[in-house]
């Protein structure tokens, strides 16, 4: 069995213990074989809107967002696994459902052995990666942070820095009067500035945590 946030128990180490008591609570349950959690963006998309398009025959599908909203109920789909060589990994789709149309973004984040880094890849072709640093914050949320980031294409690894560089800042907190997990994440590049953005809320549909609601409720309301 593996816990549901076992790829950022591994890379957070000692450091964990530093996270809301909600959160690392969360992060030790068991995860089912399909974890499912539900949320709503106060904001999501990417101002550029469709001019997005433009880059997905170079990054391949599910790695961009053509629309910008608010108030965007979302889906999150995560599996937990471990790979052939002990590193935990956790695959990710999430499900932007914007009014008219559902846009996804999928990822497969791996520990590896290096202290608070892991390795991202996203797209459901794996062209863009990422490595990236987690931390705890002072209020307890989990933090991550690109360090490196590169493209894979036509057969060859190239770089991206300075101007093709993105920087991307995820913040997974608690929201203590609501008692529900918060998610913030900002995507920038030093010409274009914002690329891509989101922040809001969600809850996982179990209740292994202890906080869950009735089973057949939608957590968006």
Known sequence: MTARGEAFLRALGAD?????PQILAQMRAVA???????GVFEVAGSRFGRLSAF?????????????FGRDVPFLLTVRCG???????TLD???EFRFPGSTQYISDRLTTTPRTGIVHNVLGARGRVEMLEHCSVTDDGALRMRTR???????????PLAGIFGVDVDLEDGWDEDHRRRTIRMRATNPLFGTVLEYRGWYRYLD?????????GRSAIQ
């Open 82 to 88: 471990v790979t052939a060589s002990g590193q935990a």
């Open 207 to 215: 209740q292994e945590d202890g906080i869950g609601r009735a089973p």
């Open 55 to 67: 880059g997905r025959p170079v990054v391949g599908p599910r790695m961009l967002v053509t629309r």
């Open 32 to 38: 089912p074989d399909e974890d499912r959690a539900e």
């Open 92 to 94: 990710t789709t999430r």
């Open 16 to 20: 964990a213990e530093r996270l809301h």
């Open 148 to 158: 490196r980031v590169a493209l894979r294409f036509a057969g060859r690894r190239i």
